[in-house]
């Protein structure tokens, strides 16, 4: 009876991991959750085998762009020739929690690539860098807690005037200061932190690069549209690949050149 009942119980856990993977955060009471990350890659069947077998993505979507699903976050790879390396742009490099970082770093050596710096980060925890195929910058660190192998964490902004960045970041979206580990200049989005640091050389604006764009998800686009024209911020079209898979988008760019998606209907795809 004992052991049945703990296999019901493994049972419900399995179900309830399930259900969770991939998805989105809830939206905060603004209506803001983090959505995608567009990533122009060289090869798509390429990167797609490394984000499903060292990160645990789901392949959700194949056709003129690949969608992938990871915990708090979408990536959209696009086969398109890329510009610079992310290390170049304003969007330095993507985060991600991993419930054991020797076993990821094993793996990925073992695959042939090569680990960056390993450190202790901000937060405590150990901490390495490695660079996706693409010149895609990727910070990794560990979080024995982790109910999954890997997790979507925070993004990290360079530029000389990252304070101000950070600034228009909490004005745009109404969002608050929450500092990560020992960096303070930090703030939340449901699912993402965003993280803003100084940079002594000059940093590129994202379209066109490896890293193209991030993108936020929102209960209702027009509503946040206005929202953000009475802000004097300008907005761009829709997507049309986005368009075309039923999700409404709107586009804009922050100050420093990165570029910003916001979509309604992500969150429910596919």
């Given at each position: 009876m004992?052991?049945?009942?703990v ?37 798509t ?5 490394l ?11 194949e ?26 742009t ?17 793996k ?9 710096r ?20 990727v ?23 990252y ?29 993402m932190?965003l ?35 009475d802000?004097q911020?300008?907005?761009?079209p829709?997507?049309?690949f986005?368009t ?19 979509t ?7």
């Open positions: 004992y052991i049945s009942m296999k019901i119980g493994l049972l419900i856990v399995i179900f309830l991991s399930c259900n969770a993977f991939g998805q989105l955060a809830e939206h905060n009471s603004e209506g803001l959750a983090f959505g995608h990350v567009r990533l122009n890659v060289s090869d069947q390429y990167h797609t085998s984000w499903v077998n060292h990160f645990g993505g789901v392949v959700a979507y056709g003129e762009s690949t969608i992938i699903q990871l915990p708090n976050m979408m990536l959209l790879l696009t086969n398109d020739e890329q510009s610079i390396g992310s290390r170049r304003v969007m330095d490099h993507i985060g991600f929690k991993v419930r054991d970082i020797e076993t990821f770093l094993d990925w050596r073992s695959a042939g690539f090569e680990v960056g390993e450190f202790i980060g901000a937060e405590g925890q150990k901490n390495a860098y490695i660079t996706m195929p693409d010149e895609i910058y910070e990794l660190q560990e979080d024995q807690a982790l109910p999954v192998a890997a997790t979507a964490y925070h993004l990290h902004f360079y530029t000389s005037e304070q101000s960045l950070l600034d228009w970041y909490l004005s745009a979206f109404h969002l608050s200061i929450r500092s990560r580990g020992s960096i303070s200049t930090t703030t939340n989005v449901p699912g932190n993280s803003f640091a100084d940079s002594s050389t000059t940093r590129f604006a994202t379209s066109g690069s490896a890293i193209d764009s991030i993108g936020f998800e929102v209960k209702n686009l027009d509503r946040a549209i206005q929202t953000l024209r802000k911020i300008s907005i761009a829709p997507s049309k986005l075309s898979l039923g999700i409404k988008s709107a586009a804009l760019t922050d100050p420093s050149g990165v570029t910003i998606i916001l309604e209907g992500l969150m429910n795809f596919p």
